[in-house]
Nanobody
Protein backbone atom coordinates (compact mmCIF):
# COMPACT_ATOMS: atom_id res chain seq x y z
CA UNK A 1 0.00 0.00 0.00
CA UNK A 2 0.99 3.56 -0.59
CA UNK A 3 -0.37 6.58 1.23
CA UNK A 4 -0.85 9.76 -0.77
CA UNK A 5 -1.10 13.31 0.48
CA UNK A 6 -1.90 16.13 -1.92
CA UNK A 7 -1.17 19.78 -1.42
CA UNK A 8 -0.92 22.99 -3.40
CA UNK A 9 -4.54 23.70 -4.19
CA UNK A 10 -6.09 27.09 -3.68
CA UNK A 11 -7.86 30.02 -5.25
CA UNK A 12 -6.38 31.58 -8.37
CA UNK A 13 -7.54 33.97 -11.04
CA UNK A 14 -8.09 32.85 -14.63
CA UNK A 15 -4.77 32.72 -16.41
CA UNK A 16 -2.91 32.00 -13.21
CA UNK A 17 -0.83 29.01 -12.20
CA UNK A 18 -0.67 26.43 -9.45
CA UNK A 19 1.57 23.50 -8.72
CA UNK A 20 0.04 20.50 -7.01
CA UNK A 21 2.17 18.03 -5.10
CA UNK A 22 1.48 14.48 -4.04
CA UNK A 23 3.81 12.89 -1.52
CA UNK A 24 3.75 9.11 -1.28
CA UNK A 25 4.80 6.92 1.61
CA UNK A 26 4.51 3.33 2.74
CA UNK A 27 5.58 1.60 -0.47
CA UNK A 28 8.28 1.93 -3.14
CA UNK A 29 7.17 4.99 -5.04
CA UNK A 30 9.10 4.29 -8.21
CA UNK A 31 7.07 1.15 -8.94
CA UNK A 32 3.77 2.99 -9.37
CA UNK A 33 2.07 4.54 -12.31
CA UNK A 34 1.07 7.95 -11.00
CA UNK A 35 -1.74 10.12 -12.19
CA UNK A 36 -3.93 13.08 -11.37
CA UNK A 37 -7.70 13.05 -11.59
CA UNK A 38 -10.19 15.77 -10.95
CA UNK A 39 -13.86 15.96 -10.12
CA UNK A 40 -16.00 19.03 -10.46
CA UNK A 41 -19.37 19.35 -8.71
CA UNK A 42 -21.99 17.30 -10.50
CA UNK A 43 -19.48 15.72 -12.86
CA UNK A 44 -17.68 12.41 -13.14
CA UNK A 45 -14.12 12.06 -11.99
CA UNK A 46 -11.81 12.34 -14.97
CA UNK A 47 -8.20 11.59 -15.69
CA UNK A 48 -6.14 14.74 -16.07
CA UNK A 49 -2.62 13.42 -16.51
CA UNK A 50 -0.56 10.29 -15.95
CA UNK A 51 3.10 9.36 -15.85
CA UNK A 52 4.51 5.86 -16.02
CA UNK A 53 6.97 4.24 -13.67
CA UNK A 54 9.48 3.09 -16.26
CA UNK A 55 10.66 5.96 -18.39
CA UNK A 56 8.45 8.87 -17.44
CA UNK A 57 6.14 8.81 -20.44
CA UNK A 58 3.10 10.98 -19.93
CA UNK A 59 -0.42 11.43 -21.16
CA UNK A 60 -2.92 14.23 -20.76
CA UNK A 61 -6.57 14.92 -21.16
CA UNK A 62 -7.25 16.96 -24.27
CA UNK A 63 -8.73 19.71 -22.15
CA UNK A 64 -5.43 20.36 -20.36
CA UNK A 65 -2.87 19.46 -23.01
CA UNK A 66 -0.41 22.27 -23.49
CA UNK A 67 -1.33 23.89 -20.19
CA UNK A 68 -0.62 21.21 -17.57
CA UNK A 69 2.52 19.20 -16.98
CA UNK A 70 2.90 16.10 -14.83
CA UNK A 71 6.31 15.11 -13.55
CA UNK A 72 7.74 13.02 -10.77
CA UNK A 73 10.74 13.02 -8.50
CA UNK A 74 11.30 9.48 -7.32
CA UNK A 75 13.99 10.54 -4.87
CA UNK A 76 11.41 12.68 -3.09
CA UNK A 77 8.53 10.22 -3.55
CA UNK A 78 6.55 13.02 -5.10
CA UNK A 79 4.50 13.58 -8.21
CA UNK A 80 3.58 17.07 -9.34
CA UNK A 81 1.02 18.70 -11.54
CA UNK A 82 2.05 22.08 -12.87
CA UNK A 83 -1.05 23.94 -14.00
CA UNK A 84 -0.67 27.03 -16.15
CA UNK A 85 -3.14 29.24 -17.96
CA UNK A 86 -5.87 28.11 -15.62
CA UNK A 87 -9.47 28.43 -16.68
CA UNK A 88 -12.66 28.64 -14.69
CA UNK A 89 -13.60 25.20 -15.96
CA UNK A 90 -10.50 23.76 -14.29
CA UNK A 91 -12.19 24.26 -10.94
CA UNK A 92 -12.41 20.88 -9.23
CA UNK A 93 -11.06 18.71 -6.48
CA UNK A 94 -7.82 17.19 -7.73
CA UNK A 95 -6.87 13.70 -6.63
CA UNK A 96 -3.56 11.93 -6.75
CA UNK A 97 -3.68 8.27 -7.81
CA UNK A 98 -1.11 5.49 -7.59
CA UNK A 99 -1.50 2.16 -9.38
CA UNK A 100 0.43 -1.06 -9.72
CA UNK A 101 -0.49 -4.66 -10.50
CA UNK A 102 -1.87 -5.26 -7.01
CA UNK A 103 -3.51 -2.09 -5.82
CA UNK A 104 -4.92 1.33 -6.55
CA UNK A 105 -4.65 4.16 -4.05
CA UNK A 106 -6.22 7.59 -3.86
CA UNK A 107 -5.27 10.70 -2.01
CA UNK A 108 -7.84 12.79 -0.18
CA UNK A 109 -7.87 15.52 -2.79
CA UNK A 110 -7.03 19.18 -2.91
CA UNK A 111 -9.41 21.92 -4.01
CA UNK A 112 -8.54 24.10 -6.97
CA UNK A 113 -10.78 27.08 -7.57
CA UNK A 114 -10.29 29.37 -10.56
CA UNK A 115 -12.31 32.52 -10.24
CA UNK A 116 -12.05 36.23 -10.85
Amino acid sequence: QVQLVESGGGLVQPGGSLRLSCVASGSPFSSYYMSWYRQAPGKERELVAGIDEIDGRTKYADSVKGRFTIFRDNDKNTVYLQMNSLKVEDTAVYYCHAENINTRNWGQGTQVTVSS
